[in-house]
């Protein structure tokens, strides 16, 4: 049975493919066209929203993985878009490269990663979409097209961030920088006085973001700089903020909240309590990425740049006017903005939001209020995470959906990418 990471999302039906040729991949895809079964692409799994799931077929590229050749010229790196996040690491590090940023874990497969928009912090850098040189598809009908900005653009522009629904992404070409250490500084302020700093904060360090610690006044913040200090050997203190506390005591608190709601306050607040300073120095990659073991799931906005405090003030109001049992903190991270069509960071420079409950927790109400106060700041939802926008609310959001409406016509006229939530997302 297929289930997606939270294990909100289930198939308990559909055979999971895995092709370990092209040729097999357009066996695979024929075969569904011919029975009329939908196909979805899974990476790791890691979405939230049910873009995965399908009555039909599901179709991974587990056994199409690691780095397919780089040019060292350009600093292009072609990966089998079935490839972990975490194995690119360490395979570019060997050769002395890196991607410029990542996000908040790195387990997703690249081609999963970037046709949701997953992005890291920093208004320096862009989602990971926009670290793609090129692109290969596999279409539904078995052909091979590459997307780049010289050949197929209108597919490149539409194409990084796609949701699986123009085809199958086999090749990812990514630009890469060289390798380069990180220094992670944690630190405690108060909201307020991190809300009215953030700018500065922002501009500042590479890369900042923050957690509020929701019933409380408290924001966990980090900031990332480049440095050539030598990477902490003993990864004791490193152990202790993220396994330990970040993932084994919180799981345990999350268990009392979940068997007793009404403490959830108390424990947000014991949490708050415990947040202190502390630094740590890795390789990019590994210095960017954090444990998630304690399980979730997660909605999160991309609200122009300049509405985010406001926002999340109105948030932080709204937890404290209703009892939701919380005490998930909210993640608030900066990303520059871009031309692809599908970004939720298209046109703007934009602060994200994320809102987050315990596994087996309801979150609907939550989820659904926090919705709608960031629709009234133009927001636009991570494609990955919960939402319930459909296409005409969508259409909108971006500029240009019509044009990628055409696009995934002219890609998929037979609707084999098409399942029942997809229908509804682009109106089909
Ligand atoms: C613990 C956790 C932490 C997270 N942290 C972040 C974060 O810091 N920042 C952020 O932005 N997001 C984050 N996410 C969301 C996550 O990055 C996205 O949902 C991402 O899409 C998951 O990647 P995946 O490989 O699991 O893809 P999946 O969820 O398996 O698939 C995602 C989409 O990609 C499509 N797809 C997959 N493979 C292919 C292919 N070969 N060809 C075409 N389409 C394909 C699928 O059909 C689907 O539409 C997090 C999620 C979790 C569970």
Redo the contacts with the bound molecule.
């Keep these: 049975m297929w289930k ?3 294990g909100y999302v289930e198939c308990p039906r559909t055979p999971v493919l895995m092709p370990g040729s092209g040729a097999e991949l357009a066996t695979a895809l024929a075969d569904a066209g011919r029975d009329g079964r939908p196909v ?9 929203s049910p ?2 799931a399908s009555d039909g077929v599901i179709v991974s ?1 587990d056994k199409l993985q690691g780095i397919i050749d780089i040019d060292a010229a350009t600093r292009v790196a072609r990966v089998h ?2 490839t972990r996040l975490y194995a690119l690491g360490g395979a570019l590090a060997e050769r002395g490269l890196a991607m410029e940023n990542l ?3 790195n387990v ?2 690249i ?3 970037t ?6 912090t920093g208004l320096g850098f862009g ?1 990971l979409a926009t670290q793609i040189a090129a692109l290969k598809f596999v279409t539904a009908d078995g052909r091979e097209v590459v997307a780049s900005p010289g050949e197929n653009p209108e597919l490149f522009a539409g194409g990084r961030i796609a ?2 629904s123009l ?4 090749e990812v070409s990514l630009r890469l920088v060289p390798a380069f250490r990180l220094r992670l500084e944690r630190g405690r302020m108060d909201l307020e006085d991190c809300l009215a700093q953030a700018d500065a904060l922002v501009a500042a360090n590479r890369q900042f973001e923050f957690y509020w610690l929701p019933h409380t006044e408290t924001v966990l913040t980090k900031k990332w700089n480049t440095t050539d200090a030598p990477v902490d050997k003993s990864g004791v203190g490193r152990w202790v903020s993220d396994v330990l506390l970040e993932n084994i005591a919180f799981g345990l608190l999350c268990g009392v909240g979940k068997a007793v709601p009404s403490l959830c306050p108390p424990l947000s607040r014991f949490c708050a309590s415990l947040v202190s300073a502390s630094e740590q120095v890795d390789a990019s990659w590994s210095m960017l990425s954090t444990v ?1 073991q304690v399980r979730f799931n ?1 909605m ?1 906005w991309s609200v122009p740049a300049e509405r985010g405090a406001d926002a999340l003030r109105e948030i932080k109001a709204l937890i404290s006017m209703r009892t939701f049992p919380l005490m998930f903190p909210l993640e608030v991270r900066w990303v520059r903005g871009d031309d692809l069509w599908l970004s939720p960071n298209h046109g703007r420079d934009s602060v994200h939001i994320s809102v987050h409950q315990y596994c087996g927790m309801p979150f609907e109400a939550y989820f659904d209020a926090v919705q709608a106060i960031c629709l009234n700041h133009g927001g636009r939802p ?1 494609w ?2 919960v939402h319930s926008l459909k296409a005409s609310q969508l259409a909108r959001l971006y500029p240009r959906w019509d044009d990628f409406l055409a696009l995934r016509e002219k890609m998929d006229p037979k609707g084999l990418f098409l399942t029942p939530y997809l229908r509804g997302l682009f109106g089909v």
Excluded: C, P, Y
């Excluded at 979805?40 to 939230?48: N, Y």
């Excluded at 046709?115 to 890291?120: A, E, F, K, Q």
């Excluded at 085809?167 to 086999?170: F, I, S």
């Design positions: 997606n990471w939270s979805r692409m899974v990476g790791a799994g890691h979405s939230f873009l995965v590229l878009a079935g996000g908040d874990i997703q497969s081609a999963g990663a046709s949701t928009g997953t992005h890291g989602n949701l699986g085809g199958v992404l086999t998630r997660e999160e991570h990955g995470k």
